[in-house]
């Protein structure tokens, strides 16, 4: 696939000097379900306000299908945007939100009808077409403004946190049909949450960011098992992260002992972090066992037992479908591939 969006050398500096964004370069590809994830303030919803134009920035240049667009105002962009208040207009029904962008281009009214019919049918609100829009449920409202959004054929459709007013049944379910829109009309869609299982859930492709960098792009299967540094691991899922070294190539030290794992290219006895998955360390007799440590707490999740085991050294959260039982001295194991090692870096500015 060819790249549809790039952000070349981005900066985004206010008037006090504080850097918002700093030097990012991304390229998006054509057709690609895109999430920006990370923490409050690190940058995301402010990159895609470069997207679609409603930001300039300090420094940088922004292209779309290889044309510098820096400069276009939002409305001359092929691009359109899904807010978290989606924006609606009040004292229009349901058919008239969604016909609204295309009456102000003045598209016949005979293909107005159709094109609104195809995008009520798609978002599943035929039948609605003369209903206010306040009497909309949210998950209902949602979906009037990707109907609207998409009705004008962009070939760029931003979603800003769009889920978020939503109760977490409805969101799961407007996940999937989010998905299930973006592969039907093979548009790219660039998506803004911090909601770590919304971006595992829904993208081909995640970026990764905080403090105004990139940390890490990627699938969501290679940033959930490799991630790059301390601060993915410990954002995408639960992860035991440990101070550890590299006595040599695939033997790594933390807790006072050596533990195989598959990692390489450390400086003899670097300091490392050393991330371990909860679900990974395996619950083993402490007589057996070179990590130990005492049960502190369980909580059931549903689908496992959360354990806390105060360790020697340092606090472990184990996932379990079997809990043992608070004040019991447990064993731990776990496997050299499950064990990942991770460069001491705050930022990984890509």
């Not at 299908?65 to 001359?76: F, T």
């Not at 459709?157 to 009309?185: F, T, V, W």
């Not at 003899?268 to 070179?290: G, H, L, M, S, Y």
Request: charged share 25%; proline share 5%.
């Amino acid at each position: 696939m060819e790249n549809i969006i790039n952000l070349k050398d981005i900066v985004v500096e206010f008037e006090d000097g504080e850097k918002i964004l700093k030097n990012i370069n991304l390229d998006i590809k054509d057709k690609e379900f895109v999430t920006f994830l990370g923490p409050s303030g690190c940058g995301k919803t402010t990159t895609l306000r470069i997207i679609a134009g409603f930001l300039e920035p300090t420094s940088g240049d922004v292209f779309f299908d290889g044309q510098r667009i820096n400069g276009l105002p939002p409305h001359k962009r092929n691009i359109n945007t899904v807010f978290q208040r989606y924006a609606l207009f009040p004292h229009l029904n349901v058919y008239e939100n969604i016909a609204f962008g295309l009456r102000v281009k003045k598209v016949p009214e005979k293909e107005i009808v159709s094109r609104v019919g195809e995008m009520l049918e798609m978002v599943n609100l035929m039948g609605f077409e003369k209903r206010s829009v306040n009497r909309l449920s949210g998950g209902q409202q949602q979906r009037v403004a990707i109907a609207r959004a998409l009705v004008n054929h962009p070939k760029v459709l931003l979603l800003d946190e769009p889920l978020g007013a939503l109760d977490l049944k409805l969101r799961k379910e407007m996940q999937i049909e989010l998905r299930k829109i973006q592969q039907e009309l093979e548009l790219t869609f660039v998506y803004v949450t911090h909601d770590q299982e919304e971006a595992l859930t829904m993208s081909d492709s995640i970026v990764v960011m905080n403090n105004g960098y990139i940390q890490q792009i990627g699938s969501p299967t290679d940033i959930y098992n490799e991630p790059v540094n301390a601060f993915v691991a410990d954002f995408i899922g639960e992860s035991n992260i440990i101070n550890g070294s590299m006595p040599k190539d695939c033997v790594v030290e933390f807790t006072g002992k050596r533990f195989e794992c598959v990692d390489k290219g450390f400086s003899p006895n670097e300091a490392v972090d050393v991330v371990i998955r909860p679900e990974d360390v395996r619950i083993i007799p402490a007589e057996k066992a070179q990590l130990t440590g005492r049960v502190e707490s369980v909580v059931f999740k549903g689908v496992h037992y959360e354990m806390c085991v105060d360790g020697v050294d340092n606090k472990w959260i184990i996932h379990s479908t079997k809990a043992c039982p608070v004040g019991s001295m447990v064993g731990m194991t776990v496997d050299p591939d499950d064990i990942h090692i991770m460069k001491k870096s705050e930022d990984n500015a890509l």
